[in-house]
């Protein structure tokens, strides 16, 4: 903390395109999203500035373990195979895998005898082809190609984390021509993210953890939810 407070500066790591928990416009280089309402917050509690760098979340990873980021918010999910490998501090948002649907559906069993993408991770998702034999996958870890799929008629829904549902549904709003989509369903899944720290600093781990903690008591998380994902998904409480 006190050789970010010596240079004046944190260096953030921020997705480029997972809006609405983070991306990078591409005009201005200004960041967006939840991440970024928080990375602010952080700056703002060390009394610097904040300088975003965005790339994907290995990339991300890698920068904060090379030193060159401060921290960085990934939206890989919080597995323990990454907990053993990296340093994260406490979650910054818990999603929850749901289904995005054309306007009147809102279930597992509606989907029955369509096709539908998933973009779930192995790992932390559920298949949703074992809750509904009915449904075909189309599995991709790329939202890029539910998007596209869905545009070509080649996929009728989608299914992966929420805030991905909403990255999904705001592109598919912006192309218009494809009806009116909304996050539905049950929650099938759990995940957690949480941003990423250098190893082996554990006093640098607590007090983000910390500043997070504060962000959620002076209600900087509840507005930028309210903001960004509440439209798409509804209530929801912060991270405990």
């Known amino acids: 903390m006190g050789a970010i407070q010596q240079r004046d500066e944190i260096v953030i790591g921020i997705r480029a395109n997972a809006e609405p928990l983070g991306s990078m416009e591409m005009s201005s280089g200004r960041p967006r999203g939840l991440s970024a309402r928080l990375g602010n917050y952080l700056a703002q ?3 610097v500035e904040a300088r975003y760098v965005p790339g994907s979340s290995a990339q991300l990873i890698e920068m904060v373990e090379r030193g060159d980021a401060d921290i960085a918010f990934v939206t890989a999910p919080l597995t323990e195979r990454a907990v053993r490998s990296h340093s994260f501090a406490d979650p910054y948002y818990i999603g929850h895998q749901r289904l995005l649907v054309p306007e009147g559906r809102d279930a597992v069993s509606d989907l029955r005898g369509t096709t539908v993408c998933s973009a779930v991770d192995a ?8 809750l509904e034999p009915g449904v075909r996958l189309l599995e991709t870890d790329r939202i ?11 996929a009728d829904a989608a299914t992966a984390v929420d805030s991905t549902l909403v990255s999904i549904k705001l592109e598919l709003d ?3 021509g494809t ?4 996050v539905e369903g049950p929650q099938l899944s759990t995940v957690g993210f949480a941003p990423v720290v250098p190893p082996g600093v554990p006093a640098y781990e ?3 953890g910390a500043v997070l903690a504060g ?3 002076e209600g900087v998380w ?3 939810y309210g903001e960004l994902l509440a439209p798409h998904l509804g209530p929801s409480e912060p991270p405990a």
């Open 45 to 47: 509690t060390l009394g």
């Open 123 to 130: 790992i932390t998702g559920a298949s949703l082809d074992e």
């Open 144 to 154: 890029k190609k539910c998007i596209e799929w869905i545009r070509r008629g080649r």
């Open 174 to 176: 912006r192309g218009g």
């Open 179 to 182: 009806g009116k989509w909304s």
């Open 206 to 208: 607590n007090f983000v």
């Open 215 to 217: 962000a959620v008591g």
């Open 222 to 224: 509840a507005r930028a």
